[in-house]
């Protein structure tokens, strides 16, 4: 397995997903979905397995750009964890691919991250 050279100019996310009382397959599809979903080139996301937590999401590095943020980039990223956190709720709760697309197209990572 090719492993990417970790880009901190870009902020990284860490996704921890609830797999209690789950199967192996049910947790490795879910965890897989996650990976899937949250693939972007402009952030980092790590999704981590947990029991007995709930799924949550937060972020880790805000990246060398955002380090010293503004409001602007501030309310950015709030706005950002606020959407990607209802996504996972969707994920979790079987919401249906379509449903999830049209979530992500209505906002843009490029836009929120590349101000």
Same mark, same amino acid.
């Given at each position: 397995?090719?492993?990417?050279?970790?880009?901190?100019?870009?902020?990284?996310?860490?996704? @921890?997903?609830?797999?209690?009382?789950?199967?192996?397959?049910?947790?490795?599809?879910?965890?897989?979905? @996650?990976? %899937?979903?949250?693939? @972007?080139?402009?952030?980092?996301?790590?999704?981590?397995? =947990? *029991?007995?937590? =709930?799924?949550?999401?937060?972020?880790?590095?805000? $990246?060398?750009?955002?380090?010293?943020?503004?409001?602007?980039?501030?309310?950015?990223?709030?706005?950002? %964890?606020?959407?990607?956190?209802?996504?996972?709720?969707?994920?979790? &709760? $079987?919401?249906?691919? &379509?449903?999830? %697309?049209? %979530?992500?197209?209505?906002?843009?990572?490029? *836009?929120?991250?590349?101000?």
């Amino acid at each position: 397995m090719n492993k990417e050279e970790l880009n901190l100019d870009n902020p990284i996310f860490i996704v @921890y997903v609830n797999v209690d009382n789950m199967s192996r397959q049910t947790s490795e599809n879910l965890l897989d979905s @996650y990976q %899937k979903m949250l693939s @972007y080139k402009n952030c980092t996301f790590w999704v981590v397995p =947990v *029991q007995e937590q =709930v799924t949550k999401f937060e972020i880790i590095w805000k $990246g060398k750009d955002h380090e010293n943020s503004n409001t602007d980039s501030e309310k950015s990223i709030r706005f950002l %964890k606020e959407k990607m956190t209802n996504l996972m709720d969707m994920i979790a &709760d $079987g919401i249906s691919d &379509d449903v999830i %697309k049209q %979530k992500l197209r209505d906002f843009s990572l490029n *836009q929120l991250i590349d101000e």
